[in-house]
């Protein structure tokens, strides 16, 4: 009887051991538009800080880049909760190239959208009315940018980028405010570091915590990459922190070459009255490749505190990577990225359980054939998770884009 | 003053390079991996592919310790179109397929789990050969003559 207990807890599935908070039942189609015999189409999930979906109270929104019509444009699709299908879906960015939308979502169903196109940063909002309603589009600075990321919290708005400053990307922040017309009006844009950059500052994102923006951004000035993070002083007006260190040196480390072991794009979600948690993809167990760690952050203690491993130890000698975060205001906190320890790219999910992290869990909507990989996470007002990946057959094969929902149905237990 | 112009173009295509291609060997002319690529499928060579990453021990160590070495240099430089991938950054390439990828996603997709990794590619970008960690002369030497060796091989037959 004890080996026959054995050998079904070896053949049921680890997902279904392990009770996740939410319940998945399917995943949709998030564009209509696919691959055909003659045109290839490749979709990319890959804003910095990984934030392609908002919910709002009535619907949720996915904002991605595709190259349908050979050149990569910005599109965002909508679907109502009432409405099982994303059937309203319009193109954001102009003739351009355009690359790495950010999205959130504001107050009565409207969205914003920041994207990069003809590597200038611009901004628009969206408005769903019975149909999408598209804002007029701000140009967000002049000079050569990427990597933008949209943060937004109880009515503040900011944008952050890397823009070149002489050789190298340096961030930057902008406030940004709504006009009644829909408009989205640029306020003061500043560096986070004055100092001249030195080297590369990429990749940057956001929140907001006791009406402070904390920012964090993958750094290249130790001639390694490092996650380094400022925090607004307060009263603002671009007034910032001196940038600290997030990612920690391993200990015991001190090989004749190189300058440092390596990370990987950093990912914010806030939870709770005041928790934020950062985390991204870390090479300090170097024989294993990357793996998901993270930090939590206190503004009371003025930082980010020990680093800790996000994922379990039985990813650790397979892929990981493109870390997102979801928090919610009751204390939920959840990150999923994709992971290759069960051959193909799955995407995997961890979250906060009585003050530890949980076993990692397959989304069992994304952890089938195929590879599913570039997750983007969003918990609603109800703690229900929302999420949207990139999914193909094969490494190399044109590419679909997928959404499903966690309806929440236990109590993580915080 | 146009001399002085001219100067200065020439000092910042000088320095480009260097600072787009962080780790790459110095005295290569290693190019991006969809450059390396359309000049392998031009030039009928295999592709040479060098996945490092900003501040990697053991690529510095082998830039320093088999790369240095001039019959490596002129062996690689001749036989082969040599990419060098930022395993980290999010630089864009376009591969023959259409694809927009990302270095670092390339990285993930050639399995450069860790750096250096040194890979053979056909023209196609089908894998041929792999080396893993630090790399000595004698093994890049010893990894050429195995690949012009089969490359003769086949030609023959």
Not at chain 1, 102 to 124: G, H, T, Y
Not at chain 1, 327 to 346: F, Q
Not at chain 2, 144 to 155: F, T
């Given at each position: ?63 991605w ?20 299908s ?11 190239e ?33 149909e999408l ?83 964090a ?50 990912a ?29 952050f ?9 680093n ?86 094969a ?15 236990t109590?993580?237990?915080? | ?29 290693f ?24 501040g990697?021990?053991?690529c ?37 397929s ?8 390339l ?51």
């Amino acid at each position: 009887m004890q080996i026959l207990t054995i050998v079904l807890l070896w053949l049921v599935p680890a997902s279904i051991l392990h009770a996740a908070p939410w319940q998945f039942e399917h995943a949709v189609n998030v564009a209509g538009v696919e691959s055909s015999t003659t045109h290839k189409i490749f979709h990319h999930l890959d804003s910095s800080g990984r934030r392609n979906i908002a919910a709002s109270t009535l619907g949720v929104a996915v904002a991605w880049e595709d190259d349908r019509d050979v050149t990569p444009r910005i599109y965002l699709a909508f679907k109502p909760n009432t409405e099982d299908s994303f059937k309203y879906a319009v193109q954001i960015s102009g003739e351009g190239e355009a690359y790495e939308p950010s999205l959130v979502a504001l107050a009565n169903n409207r969205f914003v959208v920041a994207w990069e196109e003809n590597s200038q940063i611009f901004s628009r909002m969206v408005e769903f009315k019975g149909e999408l309603r598209l804002g007029p589009t701000s140009q967000l600075n002049k000079g050569t940018a990427a990597h933008v990321s949209l943060v937004q919290h109880m009515g503040h708005l900011f944008a952050l980028w890397s823009e070149r400053t002489g050789r190298y990307g340096q961030i930057r922040s902008q406030r940004l405010s709504v006009n009644t017309n829909g408009t989205l009006e640029p306020g003061i844009n500043c560096p986070i570091d004055k100092v001249p950059p030195t080297d590369e500052q990429l990749y940057p994102t956001g929140v907001i915590t006791d009406n402070r923006l904390v920012v964090a951004w993958e750094d290249r000035r130790p001639k390694h990459t490092i996650i380094m993070a400022a925090t607004e002083l307060q009263g603002g007006h671009c007034r910032y922190s001196e940038p600290i260190r997030i990612s920690e040196k391993p200990e015991s480390r001190n090989l004749p070459y190189g300058t440092g072991h390596g990370v990987s794009r950093v990912a914010l979600g806030r939870f709770g009255s005041d928790g934020v948690f950062a985390a991204w993809a870390d090479k300090r167990d170097f024989r294993d490749g990357y793996d998901i760690w993270g930090a939590n952050f206190s503004l009371s203690q003025g930082g980010f505190g020990t680093n800790e491993k996000v994922q379990d130890d039985f990813g650790g000698l397979s892929k990981q990577r493109h870390a997102t975060v979801g928090g919610h205001a009751k204390g939920m906190l959840v990150v999923a990225w994709d992971d290759e320890r069960e051959g193909n790219a799955d995407i995997m999910l961890s979250w906060r359980e009585n003050g530890e992290w949980s076993e990692d869990w397959p989304l069992p909507v994304a952890s089938d054939a195929g590879q599913q990989s570039n997750p983007s996470i969003a918990l609603d007002s109800e703690g229900n998770l929302h999420i949207a990946w990139v999914e193909r057959n094969a490494i190399g094969a044109t590419t679909r884009l997928k959404y499903a929902f966690g309806k929440l149905h236990t109590d993580p237990g915080l | 003053m146009l001399q002085r112009l001219f100067s200065l173009l020439l000092i910042v295509l000088l320095i480009q390079p260097i600072h787009a291609l962080a780790d790459a060997p110095e005295g290569y002319p290693f190019v991006s991996f969809d450059q390396a690529m359309a000049k392998s499928q031009r030039e009928s060579k295999l592709l040479f592919v060098y996945f490092g990453r900003y501040g990697c021990g053991y690529c510095e160590k082998t830039n320093r310790e088999a790369f240095i070495d001039a019959a490596v240099r002129q062996r690689y430089s001749k036989n082969y179109a040599l990419a060098y991938v930022d395993a980290e950054s999010g630089r864009r390439l376009r591969l023959p397929s259409g694809e927009r990828i990302a270095e670092r996603d390339l990285g993930t997709r050639y399995n450069a789990l860790v750096t250096p990794v040194f890979t053979f590619l056909n023209t196609d970008g089908e894998l041929i050969h792999r080396m893993v960690g630090v790399q000595r002369i004698e093994d890049l030497i010893d990894a050429d003559n195995k690949i012009q060796a089969a490359l003769s091989k086949a030609k023959q037959q």
